[in-house]
């Protein structure tokens, strides 16, 4: 099975903080994708990246930004992080048939 | 990317079938359906993935009319534990980044 690993579940940050999420999948896809989810709002995505040093923005880059220099890596960077930033972050990596999610980061900025 | 629509909840009795019916109309030719599942706190799962006709796996079959404006996911009797959010989505199968709607939340009572 795809394993799609973030390496924090639970993250409490100060405002102003530069935070970063790192996500890590074992099964050599090009394609990942980071998207947060907010109650009533469903899951938005953020940033994408077809290939190594490749990324996309999504439909709410606002605030955040990614690296990819690895193509098992996909890093979301918050440069300063807001109260606004507080969500359920998801990174996922996608196959023919379909996307493999990992298990999420909770964060929350205080 | 075709927009799709969904009931936003249903419930169900343990041991029922359960049949959640997703509209797509603009789906484009070289678009697959597919569904996912996401319990409170984790990450979507994929579920089952079509084309046309019929598709079934372990978990779940879903029926995909000729015209493909159309899919249903069907759950065999369930249990309280398949209480979740289902999603559908329609995609090139991963070369372009999924879009998440509100999703069907199914509560299973016992």
């Known amino acids: 099975d795809v394993k799609v690993t973030q390496s924090s579940r639970y993250l409490v940050k100060r405002t102003g903080e530069k935070v970063f999420l790192e996500c890590v999948q074992d099964?050599?896809?090009?394609?990942m994708f980071w998207y947060r989810q907010d109650p009533g709002l469903g899951l938005r995505l953020i940033y994408f990246s077809y290939d190594v040093k490749m990324k996309e923005k999504g439909d709410i880059p606002e605030g955040y930004s990614v690296s990819r220099e690895k193509k098992e890596r996909f890093s979301l960077i918050l440069e300063s992080a807001s109260t606004n930033q507080t969500s359920m972050y998801l990174c996922a990596s996608s196959w023919e048939g379909g996307y493999t999610f990992g298990s999420g980061t909770r964060l929350t900025v205080v | 990317l075709a927009k799709t629509t969904q009931p936003i909840s249903m419930d169900s009795y343990e041991g029922q079938e359960v049949n959640i019916t997703c509209s797509h109309n603009?789906?484009?030719?070289?678009?697959?359906i597919t569904w996912y599942q996401q319990f409170p706190s984790q990450g979507p799962r994929f579920i089952i993935q079509?084309?046309?006709t019929k598709v079934t796996n372990e978990v779940a079959s879903l029926f995909i009319p000729a015209d493909r404006k159309s899919s249903t996911l069907s759950l065999p009797r369930v249990s309280l534990s398949d209480t979740a959010v289902y999603y559908c989505?329609?995609?090139?199968?991963?070369?372009?980044?999924?879009?998440f709607g509100k999703g069907t939340r199914l509560s299973v009572i016992a």
């Open positions: 989505l329609v995609g090139d199968s991963g070369n372009t980044p999924l879009v």
């Open positions: 079509g084309y046309k």
């Open positions: 603009n789906i484009a030719t070289n678009d697959y």
């Open positions: 099964m050599d896809h090009e394609n």
